[in-house]
């Protein structure tokens, strides 16, 4: 409930702040038309009312606004950085008119300052807040400078060095440089935890204040502004500080588990969802160097933990061999095992811990374990047995690198990468293909797979070369239908994965087709334009219902019908859906004629909007390089975006009235010939290439929609003049749009008695028996367990374990705790066992006639050969002694022709049962008795039959 409520806050804040930045920049497009009189008073007033409430009932932002989530606030911070800096605009201008005693009372450059802080706050929330700095440096640069290009070019690479400033040193680099000084201190130096990192704290706060003091007597203002942003920056950015503690506090919730810098310098880099290339890398199917040279592979990788050892001692005293098994049952709880020497002399046994190391992830569990361990002790001294579990006094502290020695990620082979790879991902190749219109670059075929060529019978160079063998194979019926059946498979999977490169063309092709026009101009049309439905939409890959899920929508059915069909007899399960909403395309007609009207008023103003507008939008699609099938829908994203191109919409309010006040004959028809020339010469090509007409369909239905509005502003604004009625006609327009907007959306964003997580969560809960143990899976099924546990306290003495993390160490840990009112999970193994970079994988063999045996029977085998060998170099061998060899002779060849059996079929990956059983048995079976008897009396006869000729 109070994290829904801070969304909404969050959002009511947001909104507000937006219309007082339209207000602000309808002043300033006030102001270059005169003096404000009543009329532009209300028409500024009007625009930020249509701006804001035309964004409040956006369906992303309206959507955010009412769950519990980060993006609610994110916008909130976005709003809040972009009206400050319009604000420091406005003040820098009182400023420069002021008197000096009003300047020595307030300097603008505190909303600079203001604006770091505020950073700093927001990456404690999401990261998109950053993206407005190159907004904000273009209002610093425009005020501040006069234009050239090449002052223009190097603002905009200034915004970018301190975005990605920010961004790539200052979140993770503080984090990583502090936390090596900890390493240095706590490993080097021999010093107590967090020690290096206070000592870094101190430094840095040392460096600020002599920094600021330094530029502050010598009148570098700049540099001292910098300095301290730089310093703001960081006190809001210090929020995550707050992980770290909530962490070592242990509370059951406690994902990643990041109580130490370096496990909060993973956490922040997000290093449990991947990473993915942006400007240069790979495709889903170019392959990688087959070698582990250092150069074909990234660096090694690096995980620290803290640790806290104790190292255990040796006894001289000895026991009885009767007393072992009660030493070792009652050593058995905290998992030591106890080794005994025998004492040849005495007959007895000097015993010891057979672990000499053992650690912990923290004080906690070390003297718990500290505590039970005085427990054993006491037990088997008052059973008359000494002390087994002895320390040493000093407790070791360091911290450990658990992936030492584990090599980095192999790099792929250059020919087959390229610069700005969109179609990344492997496995995903069939839905690349659709997207991006696959035809694959012929010039770069790829290389052969190996293990295919060990079951072909030529070995091929390149993989199109494979799959025209497999494909003869497969459709061969000399070969059994089983096999033929099988090779198909692999040649299906092979060529479903590509047998060529994609070309760089079909690259930016699925750029186009999904990443920007499916996963962000689809979004962008279902707030300004329209939306089909509520249900998630795959597009090219979603099947039969690619034109019936989740597209955008217009309400202009000769529109429509271009993409999707004829509209007139739509089925029911669209229209009556909630999230069929349509705005007939009003919203985004008011925004263009903002857009027009402030790109040609004020251009750098609108550039400043624009650079918002982009990096918001058109800057995530292209750094997210999303995978085709996400998911789930990605609007959420890029509402900043649509918050930039609501600010245009609240402009076309000031746009139409200043139209109706000032628009000549000569005006109208330049728009008339512009718009409509301009929409038709679009029909008319498109028309003729046979794409498709929507384009050309929406922008003539636009440009007649505006030509006819503009000739009734004007036409009233003739009629009227000055009055005071003339302002309110455009303001009018606006919250008639606005209002369409709030009534289609309203219904599918009531998330009143919306609990079905909840209710399932309850129900799965309730439906276990006292202190039992929940397996669950993925997030969706996870959470509102969670949830319901941490909240409601509902069933808190059911365990829920995820079954995906719990191939983490840090759930695993988790696990062997109490957590509320369930006990802990019967997991015996101690941390060091199981800890990451330990035990990463372990084989199990499926096949139970072979587990456990593939040694044995090849040592079996070994062992007859050898026996075979020597018995058969005999210079002589009587007549049991032959007849033995020939037994096992038949033997042996059963066993070959059986492994050559499984050999050649290319179905069987282990020893067949009958290889198996055959090694397992042995000569003396009777078959071989009789093969054997009947060839030693051939032999025998024939060597009668020589005698008597005299052979």
């Known amino acids: 409930m109070m994290v829904n409520a801070m969304s909404a806050l969050s959002s009511s804040f947001c909104v507000l702040f937006l219309f007082w930045s339209i207000t602000m920049l309808g002043r300033k497009l006030a102001l270059k038309s005169g003096e404000i009189d009543q009329n532009a008073t209300i028409a500024i007033l009007g625009s930020g009312a249509v701006g804001a409430l035309a964004y409040t009932f956006t369906d992303s932002f309206w959507f955010s606004a009412v769950e519990g989530g980060v993006y609610a606030m994110s916008s909130f911070f976005t709003a809040i950085v972009f009206w400050a800096i319009l604000k420091w605009d406005v003040e820098d201008d009182e400023y420069q008119s002021a008197s000096e005693d009003i300047k020595a009372q307030s300097h603008p450059n505190r909303w600079i300052l203001f604006i770091a802080y505020m950073i700093g706050l927001s990456i404690g929330v999401h990261l998109l807040n950053l993206l407005a700095i190159p907004a904000i440096v273009f209002v610093v640069y425009f005020k501040k400078y006069s234009f050239t290009w090449k002052s223009f070019i190097l603002a905009g690479i200034l915004s970018l060095v301190i975005l990605v400033g920010i961004q790539n040193f200052i979140i993770p680099k503080t984090v990583s440089i502090a936390d090596w000084v900890e390493r240095l201190f706590t490993n080097s130096f021999g010093l107590p935890f967090n020690s290096g990192a206070f000592f870094f704290l101190g430094l840095l706060i040392t460096l600020i204040v002599v920094g600021l003091r330094w530029t502050s007597s010598n009148g570098k203002t700049i540099i001292n502004t910098a300095i301290l942003s730089f ?69 090694d990788k690096i995980k620290y933990m803290k640790l806290s050892s104790l190292k255990t001692k040796g006894i001289s005293e000895e026991v009885e061999a009767k007393d072992t098994n009660f030493i070792n049952n009652t050593l058995l709880p905290l998992n030591l095992h106890a080794r005994y020497i025998k004492n040849p002399q005495t007959k007895k046994y000097r015993s010891s811990i057979w672990e000499k190391n053992i650690s912990f992830i923290n004080e906690w569990e070390l003297n718990a374990f500290k505590s039970d361990c005085d427990s054993i002790n006491s037990l088997l001294k008052a059973n008359g047995l000494p002390k087994m579990i002895l320390f040493e006094k000093e407790v070791q502290k360091e911290y450990l690198n658990t992936l030492k020695g584990k090599k980095g990620d192999k790099n792929y082979l250059p020919e087959y990468c390229t610069i700005f790879p969109r179609m990344y991902r492997q496995g995903e190749g069939d839905k690349y293909k659709v997207w991006s219109d696959y035809r694959g670059d012929k010039d770069k075929p790829l290389p052969a797979l190996a293990q295919l060529n060990n079951m072909l019978p030529n070995n091929y160079q390149y993989r199109d070369q494979q799959y025209q063998a497999l494909r003869t194979i497969a459709d061969n019926t000399q070969y059994p239908k089983e096999q033929r059946d099988y090779v198909r498979d692999i040649s299906n999977n092979l060529y479903k994965d590509g047998l060529y490169i994609p070309s760089f063309g079909e690259n930016l092709s699925y750029l186009f087709n999904y990443q920007l026009n499916w996963m962000y101009w689809r979004y962008f049309m279902w707030n300004f334009s329209g939306r089909q439905n509520d249900i998630q939409g795959y597009g090219l890959t979603g099947g039969g219902g690619k034109i019936l899920e989740g597209n955008w929508l217009s309400g202009v059915n000769f529109i429509d019908n271009q993409r999707l069909g004829d509209q007139t007899n739509v089925s029911p399960d669209i229209t009556l859906n909630k999230g069929y909403n349509r705005y007939f395309m009003l919203p985004l007609l008011l925004g263009l004629i903002g857009l027009i009207f402030h790109m040609i008023k004020h251009p750098k103003g609108a550039f400043v909007v624009f650079m918002l507008y982009l990096l918001t939008g058109i800057a995530i699609v292209i750094y997210l390089n999303q995978k085709p099938a996400e998911p789930r829908e990605r609007d959420y994203a890029y509402a900043a975006s649509f918050y930039a191109f609501a600010i245009w919409i609240g402009l076309s309010v000031w746009a139409l ?40 369909l929406s922008l003539t239905y636009m440009a007649v929609i505006s030509c006819a509005l503009l000739y009734v502003l004007s036409f009233a604004g003739k009629q009227l003049k000055d009055s005071k009625v003339l302002a309110f006609i455009p303001l009018g327009i606006g919250l008639l749009v606005a209002g369409l907007m709030g009534y289609q959306n309203w219904d599918d964003h009531d998330r009143s008695n919306r609990s079905t997580a909840r209710d399932f969560a309850a129900n799965y809960l309730n439906s276990c028996d006292y202190n039992a143990i929940l397996f669950t899976n993925g997030d969706n099924d996870t959470f509102p367990l969670w949830y319901i546990q941490e909240v409601e306290g509902v069933r808190t003495d059911v365990r829920v374990a995820n079954m995906s993390l719990l191939s983490t160490d840090w759930h695993i840990n988790q696990m062997k705790k109490r957590a509320y009112e369930s006990d802990p999970l019967p997991i015996n193994m101690r941390e060091s066992v199981y800890r990451e970079g330990k035990r990463d994988y372990v084989l199990i063999n499926q096949n139970e006639k072979k587990k456990f045996k593939n040694i044995g029977l090849k040592r079996r085998m070994e062992k007859v050969l050898n026996d075979f060998k020597k018995r058969s170099n005999k210079p002589t061998l009587n007549n049991a002694e032959l007849r033995s060899l020939l037994k096992m002779a038949y033997w042996l060849k059963d066993i070959a022709d059986s492994l050559e059996k499984d050999r050649s079929d290319i179905e069987n990956k282990s020893l067949s049962e009958n290889t198996i059983s055959l090694i397992e048995g042995n000569p003396n079976d009777v078959s071989y008795e009789t093969k054997a008897r009947d060839l030693f009396h051939l032999l025998g006869k024939r060597k009668s039959r020589n005698n008597s000729h005299n052979w």
């Open 231 to 299: 310093a703001l920056v960081l006190i809001g950015y210090s929020s995550f500080v707050m992980i770290l503690v909530r962490s070592n506090a242990n509370p059951p919730l406690d994902e990643n588990n990041p109580e130490t810098l370096a496990q909060l310098q993973s956490y922040l880099g997000r290093e449990q969802y991947g990473s993915w290339p942006i400007g240069y890398g790979q495709y889903w199917n170019s392959p990688a160097f087959s070698d582990c040279d250092a150069d074909h592979r990234g660096p």
């Open 657 to 696: 009235y200043d139209f109706s006040k000032n628009a000549k004959a000569g005006q109208i028809k330049k728009v008339l010939m512009y718009a409509l020339g301009g929409s038709a010469g679009i029909l008319g090509f498109q028309f003729m290439t046979g794409n498709g007409m929507t384009l050309g």
